[in-house]
Nanobody, 123 residues
C-alpha cells in the first residue's frame, strides 16, 4: 500500500491543523493506521493510532488535543491537532499496520509508511 500525507505547515502556538493521509489499494479498512512524528536526532515517536474497528489510542503528550479518525470510503486517515505547542513541531508520518500488535505504539509496529509532512509550531 502507498500512503500520501499532507496538511503540514507553519502555525502559531494555540492554533489548529489537520493532517490527512490517503492510501492506495482496496484493503485500507483492514489496516491499523497510525501517526508518528520525528525530530532530527531523535527516535520516531508514536502519536496516535486507530484500528479497523475505530478504536483509538493516543500518546499522553497529545491526549485531549489531537484526534485521529478515518474515512474508509475515502481511504483516508486524519489527525486533527488542536492547541498546538512548540514541542509538537516535527515531521509527521502516517503509517499502516497489517496487524494490531504489542508494538503498535512504536515505529516497529507498522509495515507501510508515508513520506512525512512537516509541522512547525512557533511560540
Amino acid at each position: 500500500v502507498q500512503l500520501q500525507a499532507c496538511g503540514g505547515g507553519l502555525v502559531q502556538a494555540g492554533d489548529s491543523l489537520r493532517l490527512s493521509c490517503t492510501a492506495s489499494g482496496r484493503t485500507f479498512s483492514m489496516y491499523v493506521m497510525g501517526w508518528l512524528r520525528q525530530n532530527p536526532g531523535k527516535e520516531r515517536e508514536w502519536v496516535a493510532s486507530i484500528t479497523s474497528a475505530g478504536t483509538t489510542n493516543y500518546a499522553d503528550s497529545v491526549k485531549g488535543r489531537f484526534t485521529i479518525s478515518r474515512d474508509n470510503a475515502k481511504n483516508t486517515v486524519y489527525l486533527q491537532m488542536n492547541s498546538l505547542k512548540a514541542e509538537d513541531t516535527a515531521v509527521y508520518y502516517c503509517a499502516a499496520a497489517r496487524f494490531y500488535s504489542r508494538t503498535i505504539q512504536t515505529s516497529n509496529g507498522y509495515d507501510y509508511w508515508g513520506q512525512g509532512t512537516l509541522v512547525t509550531v512557533s511560540s
